[in-house]
């Protein structure tokens, strides 16, 4: 949990090292263990060190190999949270990230103050602290969720998903048959009210897609309703 004693460990990865060294003297302050890393392969050997991180604050611009790099070959073994960096404006780096498995991003030049809050909403989801809303143990068709041990599995086999992923999908799941909006899923999920032009959900809901695959029925367990949100199907509904 947050309250725990040891402080949540950091690894901050950009090559801007003044920059660098701004937000992690202020994450310091907020209470986070930080430590830097300027290149791809720095992070990489960092991540896969002895001693874990709880989260990765992940620049997509970095010399030789890029964040996106670095986030694809870390989500073959690894659901570490990551929080993206991106350019201002870069819509495609976002989504790209998220499509990769990132679990939210923050666009450059970022307020230290918004980087500390976006920290602690993804550690909350990395915890098991999902907004109060209570999390019990689920079975929809034939997709099981377990709230103890945060895993999911699909006829029997497990599925490895992020934590904004499970997060995502207990809600669903939680509120089957019925829609839930975009709007709540942004404060309820990704702990942030839902900004204009924000794909974020979009983009977590297409993971889900690809990652439950399909129903008894040959459809998507999860069906978009147009400019409201999205509902987990109930076949026996239908």
């Known amino acids: 949990m947050l309250g725990r004693m040891n402080k949540n460990r950091i690894l901050l990865a950009d090559d801007?090292?003044?920059?660098?060294?701004?937000?992690?003297?202020f994450l310091v302050r907020?209470?986070?263990?930080?430590?830097?890393a300027h290149d791809a392969e720095a992070a990489v050997a960092a991540v896969r060190g002895d001693k874990p991180f709880d989260a990765l604050v992940l620049d997509v611009m970095l010399p030789g190999r890029s964040g996106l790099d670095v986030l694809r070959e870390l989500r073959r073994d690894s659901t570490l949270p990551v929080l993206m960096l991106t350019a201002l404006g870069e819509d495609i780096d976002r989504i790209l990230g998220l499509e990769l498995g990132a679990d939210d991003y923050i666009p450059k030049p970022c307020n230290p103050r918004e980087l500390a809050a976006r920290l602690r909403a993804v550690l909350r989801r990395a915890h098991g602290e999902n907004g109060g809303e209570a999390m019990t143990d689920l079975q929809c068709e034939n997709v099981t969720l377990r709230a103890a041990s945060r895993s999911v599995a699909v006829d029997g086999e497990p599925v490895t998903l992020t934590a904004t992923e499970f997060d995502l999908?207990?809600?669903?799941?939680?509120?089957?048959?019925?829609?839930?909006?975009?709007?709540?899923?942004?404060?309820?999920?990704?702990?942030?009210?839902?900004?204009?032009?924000d794909r974020s959900i979009d983009v977590h809901v297409s993971n889900l897609r690809r990652k439950l695959g399909n129903a008894a029925d040959g459809q998507s367990h999860i069906t978009t309703i147009h400019r409201s949100g999205y509902l987990f199907r109930k076949l026996d509904e239908h």
């Open 16 to 25: 801007d090292v003044e920059l660098a060294q701004l937000l992690r003297d």
């Open 30 to 36: 907020e209470g986070f263990e930080v430590v830097l």
């Open 169 to 197: 999908l207990a809600l669903l799941m939680r509120e089957a048959g019925r829609v839930v909006t975009k709007e709540r899923i942004s404060q309820t999920v990704l702990g942030r009210p839902l900004g204009p032009y």
